[in-house]
């Protein structure tokens, strides 16, 4: 398994722009479908974007479409979740999640139980 550790989050106004960043730890990062959930109080968690380990094929949730863009350096051991438009609604706590695929398939995952890692979280707030 790896580790994760995401930063970039904060406030932001409506409107503006953010870009998370998840860093994993370990050598084998590039075998690894990531994704990026977000849960909003009282609410249950829910896949955002999700990347295949070759970047290959990727996800966005309908709410998002158009405005995040998931991307991955696998140099940098690291994946980011580019932000634009942020509307109130997208108000969470951001986590990124890693799934060893050991480099077969080229899928991309967007329920919870199929990743083996997560990072602690970062919390994103849009204001109005």
């Known amino acids: 398994q790896v580790q994760l550790l995401e930063s970039g989050g904060g406030l932001v106004q409506a409107g503006g722009s953010l870009r998370l960043s998840c860093a994993a730890s370990?050598?084998?990062?590039?075998?690894?479908?990531m994704g990026w959930f977000r849960q909003a109080p009282g609410k249950e968690r829910e896949s955002v974007a999700a990347?295949?380990?070759?970047?290959?094929?990727?996800y966005y949730a309908d709410s998002v479409k158009g405005r995040f863009t998931i991307s991955r350096d696998n140099a940098k051991n690291t994946v980011y979740l580019q932000m634009n438009s942020l509307t109130p609604e997208d108000t969470a706590v951001y986590y990124c999640?890693?799934?060893?695929?050991?480099?077969?398939?080229?899928?991309?995952?967007?329920?919870?139980?199929?990743?083996?890692?997560w990072g602690q979280g970062t919390q994103v707030t849009v204001s109005s």
């Open positions: 370990g050598r084998t990062f590039s075998s690894y479908a």
């Open positions: 990347m295949s380990w070759s970047g290959g094929t990727t």
């Open positions: 999640a890693a799934k060893n695929t050991y480099f077969r398939g080229t899928y991309f995952y967007t329920q919870t139980f199929q990743y083996d890692s």
